[in-house]
Protein backbone atom coordinates (compact mmCIF):
# COMPACT_ATOMS: atom_id res chain seq x y z
CA UNK A 1 0.00 0.00 0.00
CA UNK A 2 1.42 3.12 -0.85
CA UNK A 3 1.36 6.02 1.99
CA UNK A 4 -0.68 8.38 0.68
CA UNK A 5 -2.95 5.46 0.56
CA UNK A 6 -2.58 4.63 3.92
CA UNK A 7 -2.35 7.72 5.83
CA UNK A 8 -6.11 8.40 3.94
CA UNK A 9 -7.61 5.30 4.63
CA UNK A 10 -6.60 5.69 8.43
CA UNK A 11 -8.14 8.65 8.43
CA UNK A 12 -11.29 6.93 7.01
CA UNK A 13 -10.88 4.53 9.67
CA UNK A 14 -10.37 1.66 6.98
CA UNK A 15 -8.32 -1.33 6.75
CA UNK A 16 -4.98 -0.44 6.05
CA UNK A 17 -1.64 -2.81 5.88
CA UNK A 18 0.38 -1.23 8.69
CA UNK A 19 -0.41 1.96 10.98
CA UNK A 20 1.31 4.90 9.50
CA UNK A 21 3.50 7.04 11.21
CA UNK A 22 5.59 10.30 10.79
CA UNK A 23 7.99 12.73 12.47
CA UNK A 24 5.47 15.03 14.60
CA UNK A 25 4.64 17.96 11.68
CA UNK A 26 7.73 16.79 9.50
CA UNK A 27 10.08 18.52 11.85
CA UNK A 28 13.53 17.35 11.88
CA UNK A 29 15.30 20.41 14.67
CA UNK A 30 19.15 20.76 14.54
CA UNK A 31 19.72 18.05 17.64
CA UNK A 32 18.14 15.30 15.96
CA UNK A 33 19.88 16.00 12.14
CA UNK A 34 22.94 16.29 14.03
CA UNK A 35 22.33 13.20 15.13
CA UNK A 36 21.77 12.01 10.96
CA UNK A 37 24.75 13.85 10.03
CA UNK A 38 26.61 12.11 12.52
CA UNK A 39 25.21 8.61 12.33
CA UNK A 40 24.18 8.74 7.97
CA UNK A 41 25.62 11.64 6.32
CA UNK A 42 22.17 13.28 6.36
CA UNK A 43 22.65 17.34 5.46
CA UNK A 44 18.70 18.22 5.33
CA UNK A 45 16.23 16.99 7.13
CA UNK A 46 14.38 15.63 3.65
CA UNK A 47 17.22 13.25 3.72
CA UNK A 48 16.22 12.05 6.97
CA UNK A 49 12.67 12.00 6.29
CA UNK A 50 13.16 9.34 2.94
CA UNK A 51 15.76 8.05 5.46
CA UNK A 52 13.09 7.34 7.82
CA UNK A 53 10.30 6.57 5.08
CA UNK A 54 7.73 8.58 6.84
CA UNK A 55 4.24 8.56 5.24
CA UNK A 56 3.71 12.05 4.66
CA UNK A 57 5.27 15.20 4.36
CA UNK A 58 4.46 18.73 4.91
CA UNK A 59 4.41 22.08 3.06
CA UNK A 60 3.89 25.76 4.60
CA UNK A 61 3.34 28.93 3.41
CA UNK A 62 5.97 31.01 1.77
CA UNK A 63 6.40 34.51 3.93
CA UNK A 64 7.90 37.30 1.94
CA UNK A 65 6.88 40.09 4.06
CA UNK A 66 9.20 42.61 6.09
CA UNK A 67 11.41 41.04 9.20
CA UNK A 68 9.44 41.31 12.24
CA UNK A 69 10.81 40.06 15.99
CA UNK A 70 9.59 37.56 17.54
CA UNK A 71 7.00 37.90 20.76
CA UNK A 72 8.70 34.96 21.77
CA UNK A 73 11.08 34.83 24.70
CA UNK A 74 14.14 33.21 24.77
CA UNK A 75 16.29 31.92 27.40
CA UNK A 76 15.42 29.97 30.36
CA UNK A 77 11.93 31.11 30.73
CA UNK A 78 11.60 30.76 27.18
CA UNK A 79 7.73 30.87 26.44
CA UNK A 80 6.74 31.11 30.28
CA UNK A 81 7.93 34.73 29.53
CA UNK A 82 6.72 35.66 26.29
CA UNK A 83 2.99 35.69 27.61
CA UNK A 84 3.05 36.84 30.76
CA UNK A 85 3.35 40.74 29.74
CA UNK A 86 1.71 41.51 26.46
CA UNK A 87 1.78 44.44 24.30
CA UNK A 88 -1.55 45.73 24.92
CA UNK A 89 -1.75 44.14 28.52
CA UNK A 90 -3.01 47.42 29.49
CA UNK A 91 -5.84 47.66 27.02
CA UNK A 92 -9.52 48.53 27.79
CA UNK A 93 -11.58 48.89 24.81
CA UNK A 94 -12.26 47.83 21.70
CA UNK A 95 -10.16 50.74 20.07
CA UNK A 96 -7.03 50.02 21.91
CA UNK A 97 -6.57 47.14 19.35
CA UNK A 98 -5.65 49.34 16.69
CA UNK A 99 -2.15 50.12 18.85
CA UNK A 100 -1.19 46.33 17.97
CA UNK A 101 1.34 46.09 15.53
CA UNK A 102 -0.90 43.65 13.28
CA UNK A 103 0.23 42.04 10.22
CA UNK A 104 -0.19 41.92 6.99
CA UNK A 105 -1.66 38.72 5.45
CA UNK A 106 -0.69 39.16 2.03
CA UNK A 107 2.72 38.60 3.12
CA UNK A 108 2.00 35.10 3.29
CA UNK A 109 1.81 33.40 -0.27
CA UNK A 110 0.94 29.77 -1.49
CA UNK A 111 3.93 27.68 -2.33
CA UNK A 112 3.89 25.78 -5.22
CA UNK A 113 1.56 22.41 -3.93
CA UNK A 114 1.47 21.05 -7.74
CA UNK A 115 5.19 21.08 -7.62
CA UNK A 116 5.22 19.44 -4.44
CA UNK A 117 2.45 16.55 -5.49
CA UNK A 118 4.78 16.12 -8.45
CA UNK A 119 7.38 15.30 -5.97
CA UNK A 120 6.02 12.94 -4.18
CA UNK A 121 3.03 11.13 -5.67
CA UNK A 122 2.83 8.28 -3.19
CA UNK A 123 3.15 10.46 0.20
CA UNK A 124 0.27 12.19 2.19
CA UNK A 125 0.77 16.22 1.59
CA UNK A 126 0.12 18.04 4.55
CA UNK A 127 -0.78 22.05 3.88
CA UNK A 128 0.55 23.66 6.72
CA UNK A 129 -0.89 27.49 6.87
CA UNK A 130 1.00 28.50 9.69
CA UNK A 131 1.24 28.97 13.11
CA UNK A 132 -1.42 32.14 13.84
CA UNK A 133 -3.92 30.40 16.80
CA UNK A 134 -6.94 32.55 18.20
CA UNK A 135 -6.08 31.51 22.22
CA UNK A 136 -2.71 31.47 22.34
CA UNK A 137 -2.24 34.70 19.99
CA UNK A 138 -4.46 36.40 22.94
CA UNK A 139 -2.38 35.45 25.62
CA UNK A 140 1.16 36.55 23.52
CA UNK A 141 -0.63 39.94 22.66
CA UNK A 142 -2.65 40.64 26.08
CA UNK A 143 -0.28 38.30 28.42
CA UNK A 144 -1.93 34.85 29.17
CA UNK A 145 -3.16 36.18 32.84
CA UNK A 146 -4.92 38.96 31.18
CA UNK A 147 -6.65 37.51 28.59
CA UNK A 148 -8.33 34.77 30.80
CA UNK A 149 -9.28 38.42 32.74
CA UNK A 150 -11.10 39.59 29.82
CA UNK A 151 -12.40 36.59 28.91
CA UNK A 152 -14.61 36.88 32.22
CA UNK A 153 -14.36 40.88 32.58
CA UNK A 154 -14.26 42.47 29.03
CA UNK A 155 -15.76 39.67 26.77
CA UNK A 156 -16.26 42.36 24.29
CA UNK A 157 -12.31 43.55 23.90
CA UNK A 158 -11.37 39.53 24.44
CA UNK A 159 -13.91 38.83 21.41
CA UNK A 160 -13.34 41.93 19.33
CA UNK A 161 -9.27 40.66 18.99
CA UNK A 162 -10.63 37.05 18.41
CA UNK A 163 -12.87 38.51 15.62
CA UNK A 164 -9.60 40.58 14.05
CA UNK A 165 -7.29 37.97 14.56
CA UNK A 166 -9.49 34.96 13.08
CA UNK A 167 -10.70 37.63 9.76
CA UNK A 168 -6.56 37.82 9.14
CA UNK A 169 -6.43 33.68 9.38
CA UNK A 170 -9.43 33.33 7.18
CA UNK A 171 -7.57 35.45 4.27
CA UNK A 172 -4.07 33.82 4.57
CA UNK A 173 -5.90 30.04 5.28
CA UNK A 174 -8.59 30.55 2.13
CA UNK A 175 -6.02 32.10 -0.65
CA UNK A 176 -3.81 28.65 0.28
CA UNK A 177 -6.53 26.44 0.50
CA UNK A 178 -7.42 27.30 -3.55
CA UNK A 179 -3.84 26.99 -4.36
CA UNK A 180 -3.41 23.57 -2.36
CA UNK A 181 -6.95 21.77 -3.38
CA UNK A 182 -6.28 18.51 -6.14
CA UNK A 183 -2.55 18.73 -4.64
CA UNK A 184 -2.33 18.58 -0.56
CA UNK A 185 -4.73 15.81 1.54
CA UNK A 186 -4.70 17.60 4.25
CA UNK A 187 -4.93 20.68 6.27
CA UNK A 188 -3.27 21.61 9.66
CA UNK A 189 -4.41 24.26 11.91
CA UNK A 190 -3.88 24.62 15.08
CA UNK A 191 -3.88 26.56 18.46
CA UNK A 192 -3.02 25.61 22.69
CA UNK A 193 -5.75 25.15 25.08
CA UNK A 194 -4.35 23.45 27.93
CA UNK A 195 -1.40 22.30 30.00
CA UNK A 196 -0.72 18.97 30.92
CA UNK A 197 -3.09 18.93 34.14
CA UNK A 198 -6.05 20.62 32.41
CA UNK A 199 -7.36 22.60 30.48
CA UNK A 200 -6.04 26.39 30.39
CA UNK A 201 -10.08 27.98 30.27
CA UNK A 202 -12.84 26.38 31.06
CA UNK A 203 -14.55 24.46 27.96
CA UNK A 204 -17.70 27.15 28.03
CA UNK A 205 -15.78 29.66 27.66
CA UNK A 206 -13.68 28.03 25.05
CA UNK A 207 -16.99 27.22 23.65
CA UNK A 208 -18.27 30.39 23.66
CA UNK A 209 -14.95 32.66 22.20
CA UNK A 210 -13.33 29.94 20.03
CA UNK A 211 -15.48 27.49 19.04
CA UNK A 212 -17.34 29.02 16.17
CA UNK A 213 -14.45 30.67 14.71
CA UNK A 214 -12.68 27.00 14.51
CA UNK A 215 -15.66 26.02 12.83
CA UNK A 216 -15.51 27.96 9.97
CA UNK A 217 -11.74 27.27 9.57
CA UNK A 218 -12.48 23.37 9.72
CA UNK A 219 -15.32 24.24 7.48
CA UNK A 220 -13.54 26.25 4.61
CA UNK A 221 -10.62 23.36 4.65
CA UNK A 222 -13.31 20.24 4.48
CA UNK A 223 -14.93 22.56 1.66
CA UNK A 224 -11.46 22.60 -0.07
CA UNK A 225 -11.42 18.66 0.01
CA UNK A 226 -9.15 18.32 2.90
CA UNK A 227 -9.13 16.26 5.81
CA UNK A 228 -8.37 18.28 8.94
CA UNK A 229 -5.57 17.55 11.49
CA UNK A 230 -5.91 19.57 13.93
CA UNK A 231 -2.81 20.64 16.85
CA UNK A 232 -3.37 21.22 20.28
CA UNK A 233 -1.03 19.85 23.16
CA UNK A 234 -1.99 18.48 26.59
CA UNK A 235 -5.48 17.80 28.55
CA UNK A 236 -7.53 18.48 25.79
CA UNK A 237 -10.31 15.44 25.94
CA UNK A 238 -13.43 17.86 27.58
CA UNK A 239 -13.45 19.48 24.18
CA UNK A 240 -12.82 16.43 22.28
CA UNK A 241 -16.42 16.28 21.23
CA UNK A 242 -16.59 19.89 20.26
CA UNK A 243 -13.68 19.09 17.85
CA UNK A 244 -15.57 16.17 16.44
CA UNK A 245 -18.90 18.69 15.78
CA UNK A 246 -17.50 21.11 14.14
CA UNK A 247 -15.81 18.43 11.73
CA UNK A 248 -11.94 18.12 12.89
CA UNK A 249 -10.81 14.77 11.54
CA UNK A 250 -7.86 13.80 13.64
CA UNK A 251 -5.93 15.37 16.54
CA UNK A 252 -2.52 16.08 16.42
CA UNK A 253 -0.03 15.54 19.47
CA UNK A 254 -1.89 13.01 21.15
CA UNK A 255 -0.20 13.66 24.61
CA UNK A 256 -0.37 10.76 26.39
CA UNK A 257 0.72 11.47 29.29
CA UNK A 258 -1.76 14.42 29.92
CA UNK A 259 -4.57 13.75 32.17
CA UNK A 260 -7.37 11.98 30.67
CA UNK A 261 -5.35 11.49 27.86
CA UNK A 262 -4.02 7.63 27.84
CA UNK A 263 -4.19 5.63 24.75
CA UNK A 264 -6.86 2.95 25.98
CA UNK A 265 -9.05 5.45 27.48
CA UNK A 266 -9.03 7.57 24.35
CA UNK A 267 -9.58 4.67 21.93
CA UNK A 268 -12.56 3.25 24.00
CA UNK A 269 -14.44 6.48 23.80
CA UNK A 270 -13.73 8.47 20.68
CA UNK A 271 -12.34 5.71 18.26
CA UNK A 272 -13.94 5.41 14.69
CA UNK A 273 -14.93 9.12 15.16
CA UNK A 274 -11.36 11.04 15.42
CA UNK A 275 -8.41 9.78 14.18
CA UNK A 276 -5.23 10.60 16.68
CA UNK A 277 -1.30 11.20 15.25
CA UNK A 278 1.13 11.05 18.09
CA UNK A 279 1.49 9.53 21.32
CA UNK A 280 4.46 8.69 21.55
CA UNK A 281 6.04 10.59 24.38
CA UNK A 282 8.90 12.73 23.90
CA UNK A 283 9.37 14.25 27.35
CA UNK A 284 10.91 11.46 28.81
CA UNK A 285 10.75 7.92 26.83
CA UNK A 286 12.11 9.46 23.51
CA UNK A 287 14.76 11.08 25.80
CA UNK A 288 15.67 8.72 28.51
CA UNK A 289 14.28 5.65 27.73
CA UNK A 290 15.36 2.52 25.78
CA UNK A 291 14.77 1.44 22.04
CA UNK A 292 13.12 -1.69 23.75
CA UNK A 293 10.75 0.78 25.94
CA UNK A 294 9.98 3.12 22.78
CA UNK A 295 8.78 0.01 20.54
CA UNK A 296 6.59 -1.63 23.78
CA UNK A 297 4.71 1.77 23.26
CA UNK A 298 4.40 1.91 19.70
CA UNK A 299 2.73 -1.21 19.79
CA UNK A 300 0.61 -0.62 23.43
CA UNK A 301 -0.71 2.43 21.50
CA UNK A 302 -1.38 0.77 17.95
CA UNK A 303 -3.17 -2.47 20.33
CA UNK A 304 -5.33 -0.13 21.95
CA UNK A 305 -6.93 1.58 18.35
CA UNK A 306 -6.40 -2.01 16.70
CA UNK A 307 -10.19 -2.43 16.68
CA UNK A 308 -11.48 0.96 15.28
CA UNK A 309 -8.24 2.23 13.34
CA UNK A 310 -7.57 6.10 13.18
CA UNK A 311 -3.67 6.27 15.00
CA UNK A 312 -0.89 7.86 13.23
CA UNK A 313 2.21 7.36 15.24
CA UNK A 314 4.89 9.83 16.05
CA UNK A 315 6.57 12.02 18.39
CA UNK A 316 4.62 13.83 20.72
CA UNK A 317 6.46 17.42 20.54
CA UNK A 318 9.38 18.29 18.42
CA UNK A 319 12.11 20.68 19.10
CA UNK A 320 13.29 18.63 22.44
CA UNK A 321 17.21 18.97 22.47
CA UNK A 322 17.29 15.85 25.07
CA UNK A 323 15.83 13.43 22.27
CA UNK A 324 17.93 10.21 21.66
CA UNK A 325 17.74 10.24 17.60
CA UNK A 326 18.10 6.00 18.14
CA UNK A 327 14.84 6.45 19.55
CA UNK A 328 12.93 8.07 16.95
CA UNK A 329 15.12 5.52 14.85
CA UNK A 330 13.07 2.28 17.40
CA UNK A 331 9.71 4.43 16.81
CA UNK A 332 9.57 4.19 13.19
CA UNK A 333 10.94 0.34 12.95
CA UNK A 334 8.04 -0.53 15.57
CA UNK A 335 5.56 0.88 13.35
CA UNK A 336 6.81 -0.52 10.08
CA UNK A 337 6.47 -3.77 12.11
CA UNK A 338 2.87 -3.27 12.90
CA UNK A 339 1.28 -4.89 10.19
CA UNK A 340 -2.36 -5.90 10.61
CA UNK A 341 -3.76 -8.18 11.80
CA UNK A 342 -1.36 -7.35 15.18
CA UNK A 343 0.55 -10.74 15.97
CA UNK A 344 -1.24 -12.00 18.94
CA UNK A 345 1.37 -12.71 22.17
Same mark, same amino acid.
Given at each position: ?K??D???? !???????D???Y??????VW????E?F?E??????????L???D??????G????G????S?????P??? !???? +???P?????T????????WP?P?????A???? %?R?R??D???V %?????M?L?? !?A???????????NM?????????F?ER?H?????????G?RA??????I????D? %?A +???A??????????????YL??Q?R?A?D???????H????????L????DIG????????T?????????I???????LA??G?I?I??????G !?EE????????????????????????H?R??????????????A????? %?PL?T?
Amino acid at each position: MKPRDRVLR !TMRFEETDRVPYDLMEGAVWPELLEYFCERYGHQEAAQVLDYLDTDLRWIGMRYEGPERPSIVATGPEGY !TKAV +SQGPLADAATVEDLSRHDWPDPAWWLPADYAA %YRARYPDHALV %YVPGWMPLFW !TACEVFGMEQALVNMIAAPRLFEAFVERQHAFYMDLLSRGLRAARGHCDICWLGDD %YA +SQKAMIMGPSLWRRFIKPYLGEQVRAARDAGLYVLFHSCGAVRPILPDLIDIGVNALLVFQTTATGMSAPSIAAEFGGRLAFYGGIDIQQLLSFG !TEEEVEAEVLANVRAFEHCGGYVVANAHHRVSTVQGRNIEAMCKAARRCT %YPLATG
